[in-house]
């Protein structure tokens, strides 16, 4: 565990160097020029888009910094050959493979964790709000976020023991969209029951191999307050254990991958 962790911390570190907080202070910037420009809306108008933007903002910047961060992760250190000189010492390739991640996922919360808090100033800024109740919405949907983004950084990082960085970049991508934008709709064919009975095995396998990505946005309900879930507590906590169920199926595939493969 010391050699996980000892390897989690350099990604860490290695991470934070590559100026992405730089990156996040830029994005606040352009949302505090933008936001003004919403005042010709309606008081109620105003702060529903507000809401859904900042929320966009986040889970869109965030995925974007996931796919970067892990999928030059592996390939950079085979191409700087550091990677023979780390594996030459007493560390096993999935002590490696695990470590990078870790430290990759430190790195992605603690730069989603700066955005979000500065998104949520801005926005309190703009819309003259002080009431904790108020601002915790906006706070309790990036935790679904963070989930969301550690499995798409678990594809990312799966793949990156198969193909190069640009096949990745795209598969990773297509992956995240497909489960973003298609997720409901295979659901929904999944558990309607006047689906016929060979388009829903195929959604049931799409739903089977591809995570939900869907699962984890919850923009709606804090946007529209007639759209409440049920029981909040136990929808985090079961799309917190689907995330982490597909994360460690997706790092033991790519282990066993990194494991085997020749460099």
Known sequence: MKVILSIAKTT????????????IFLIGLTFVGIAPGLSVLSARQERTVLVGFTLGIIQLTSALIAIVLTVYLIPNEIERRTIYTILSKPVRRV????????????????????????????FAWQQRETSIAQL????KAPVLYFIQMSLLAAVAMCFSAMVQPIVNFFLSGGVYLVGTLFGTVFQTLQENQ???????????FVMSILP?????NVQNPIINPNAQIGNEAAY??????????????????????FDRREF
């Open 194 to 204: 006047g689906t016929h009975p060979a388009t829903k095995a195929f959604a049931t």
């Open 95 to 122: 002590q490696f493979f695990v470590g990078k991640y870790l430290g990759a996922v430190a790195a992605l919360g603690m730069m989603m964790a700066a955005m979000t808090a500065l998104l949520i100033l801005v």
């Open 136 to 139: 915790a919405p906006l706070a």
């Open 212 to 216: 939900n990505f869907n699962r984890f």
């Open 12 to 23: 860490f570190a290695e991470a934070i160097r590559r100026k992405v907080l730089f990156i």
């Open 236 to 257: 985090y906590l079961s799309s917190t254990a689907y995330g982490l169920a597909y994360i460690a199926v997706l790092l033991i595939i790519g282990m066993i991958a």
